[in-house]
């Protein structure tokens, strides 16, 4: 491996950790509007929404 293959690999590490902590972030937020007085349905997606960012954080 180079050193720019190395550079590269620690950029593509770096970029996949800023959008996992964005995901949470999101996810966070999806959970935030689950809990305000929005529609019941508008609800559930939310919820499903937040926990599949969560998931896809977490892998």
Do not use: F, V, W, Y
Request: charged share 45%.
């Amino acid at each position: 491996m180079t050193d720019q293959d190395r550079h590269d690999a620690k950029n593509l590490e770096a970029q996949n950790h800023i959008l996992k902590k964005q995901l949470s972030k999101t996810a966070d937020q999806l959970d935030e509007l689950a809990e305000s007085d929005c529609d019941p349905d508008e609800k559930k997606k939310s919820e499903r929404t937040a926990k599949r960012s969560r998931k896809m954080a977490d892998s």
